[in-house]
């Protein structure tokens, strides 16, 4: 069933567009993320426009994360620190914007975010990998988790306030730094960054795990709403029609994902969400790595 | 009774002329089997065929060129560079007034019908559109007069050739020399095929008839590419009212989320 984009302005099978959909949401609820470093490389495998991918993933990643922050319930959310990220998140967000501009003018934003790209899947794959199989292994042999030290270097920052629901006593400027990294690849990137802020909510900050699923979904989904706002306005890339396909797919596949998550143990689903990043990295980089096919590539439309 | 006489005289002298000079002065007729082209949410392409005709006995003598001319708009193109072994977009080059959809059909080859100059002037051939780089352009005096100078040098030619390249792969150019096939006498069809990227927007269709390669005739028709329904208004909104636009998709976003929610706690799935 083929369909034409109106704002893409391609046409494309709505079949294969909702099947991604559906897979890439559920293993976003099968793992907890929003899925944004794979939908939008699926999109432009689709034959969609970069930008336009980019784009309207950000309307689905805000729609999955709305999902996960109603479905973890108002209890386990910590306002106070959700809106410390998204401070930081929304001047990353205008940052990373600009930057992509200014990097432009150099003729030089193309290479930087690729090469961002790839360095943060495979960073975030290969580490994320290591631990969860170090955890997977003391399972096998029936040791106790790892007990991680109560407090890291982010604790020892001046100038600390109370987030009671996280209970913790920290500076505001690691998790505003935090928020501000997020921001800054939601805008160069496409993505939600909730592969970089879960993890970093654990090692880095030390939320208690219930915490930390309703307050990064929380962070993500605004980040993800500024920045589907910004591509709207300023770009006219976002295509509603598109978008309407992700989001069905995305939540029917995310409901089928999170049943198979409950009876699922936590050390099995970190070890299979590293594999993800780690094989996402690998293609990105095997894909760039050949010699491509015409020395020259082509965008059409382009505004500036 | 002597006026309508006279009426009926220029009544036959209207309906048939004489066969001499009149007919010469007739040139090139042509017609496109649709006007306009209506992109829908099935839109996958459409296929349409120009008719024209041209006097009988100046068949033999006379080469028809059918060129498509779509939309302009900017194109980017990037060369491929090999940055710590990843090959990635580098150095790009915006080309402005860029046709979005190019088709040069001829009944005999181009290089056989037209010269050079004036193939070069009415830009028949993918290799002859007019592509400029403003960004890399500066005008200079030369002898008295402006000349258009681009700072690209010798890679200006290298990407031209990339964009037409990489357009033509889309089959969003083409080039076709025995596109132009003559039916019966002086009637003549060329197939126009757009695919489903080609944009929106007005097409400039025109019939060129040369013979010993001077221009004879040229007759220009209008081709109108609209969305229509749904896809209009979806781009039109998008268009007109982007920040609207993104607070509507942002909103449907969140009640998509949130049906998503209660969809799980009934358990409908």
């Known amino acids: 069933m083929d369909l034409y984009l109106p704002i893409a302005g391609v046409s494309v099978n709505a079949i294969t567009i909702a099947m991604f959909s559906m897979a890439v949401g559920f293993i976003s609820g099968l793992l907890g993320i929003g899925g944004g470093f794979l939908m939008t490389p699926l999109l432009v495998f689709s034959g969609i426009p970069p930008t336009v991918a980019a784009a309207t993933a950000t309307c689905h990643i805000m729609s999955a994360a709305s999902t996960g922050v109603v479905n973890a319930g108002r209890r386990s959310l910590d306002g106070k620190m959700a809106s410390v990220l998204a401070f930081g998140g929304l001047i990353g967000v205008v940052i990373g914007v600009e930057a992509i501009k200014w990097l432009s003018g150099f003729g030089l934003a193309d290479i930087i975010v690729t090469l961002t790209y790839v360095l943060f899947l495979s960073t975030i794959g290969i580490t994320m990998t290591w631990e969860s199989a170090g955890a997977l292994r003391r399972m096998h042999q029936g040791l106790p988790p790892k007990v991680l030290p109560k407090r890291t270097w982010a604790h020892h920052i001046p100038g600390r306030m109370r987030f009671r629901t996280s209970r913790l006593y920290i500076s505001p400027l690691p998790p505003a730094g935090l928020g501000f990294l997020t921001g800054i690849l939601a805008a160069l990137m496409g993505v939600g960054g909730g592969f970089i802020l879960a993890p970093a909510m654990i090692y880095m900050l030390r939320m208690p795990g ?67 990043v780690l094989l996402a990295a ?13 020395a020259f590539s082509l965008v059409l439309g382009v505004g500036e | 009774m002597m006026r309508v006489f006279f009426l009926m005289a220029m009544i036959l002298f209207i309906s048939f002329p004489l066969n001499t000079s009149a007919r010469t002065d ?115 005096e030369q002898f008295g007069l402006p000349v258009v100078i681009s700072d690209l040098g010798a890679d200006y030619e290298t990407y031209r050739q990339a964009l037409i390249r990489l357009m033509s792969r889309e089959q969003l150019y083409n080039l076709d020399p025995a596109g132009v096939r003559f039916l019966d006498g002086g009637l003549f069809r060329a197939d126009v095929q757009l695919p489903a990227r080609a944009p929106t927007g007005d097409y400039l269709v025109s019939v060129y008839a040369f013979q010993n390669g001077q221009l004879y005739s040229k007759r220009s028709r209008v081709l109108a590419v609209n969305r229509v329904g749904l896809e209009r208004m979806i781009y039109d909104a998008a268009h007109q009212h982007g920040w609207i636009y993104g607070a509507f998709s942002v909103t449907l976003a969140v009640v998509f989320g949130l049906g998503a929610t209660l969809m799980s706690r009934r358990r409908w799935l």
């Open chain 1, 210 to 276: 219930r915490v930390i699923t309703a307050t990064s979904q929380l962070q993500i989904m605004l980040i993800a709403g500024i920045t589907a706002m910004m591509h709207a306005g300023r770009n006219q890339t976002l295509d509603l029609l598109l978008a309407v396909i992700l989001m069905v797919g995305g939540a029917i596949g995310a409901q089928i994902g999170a049943r198979f998550a409950i009876r699922a143990r936590a050390e099995v689903l970190r070890f299979a969400l590293a594999a993800i």
């Open chain 1, 282 to 294: 690998a293609r990105l980089t095997w894909g760039m790595a050949l010699p491509p096919e015409d």
């Open chain 2, 26 to 140: 007739e040139g090139v007729a042509a017609a496109l089997t649709a006007d306009t082209v209506e992109v829908t949410a099935n839109f996958a392409g459409a296929r349409l065929s120009l008719y024209g005709a041209i006097d009988r006995a100046q068949k033999d003598d006379t080469d028809i060129v059918v060129v498509v001319y779509g939309p302009l708009s900017k194109v980017r193109v990037a060369q491929k560079d090999r940055v710590l072994g990843l090959w990635v977009d580098t150095d790009p080059v915006v080309f402005e007034g860029v046709p979005g959809y190019y088709m040069a059909a001829s009944s005999e080859p181009l290089e056989n019908i037209v010269p050079f100059a004036l193939r070069r002037f009415y830009q028949l051939g993918p290799s002859h559109l007019r592509l400029r780089v403003p960004s890399h352009e500066q005008t200079i």
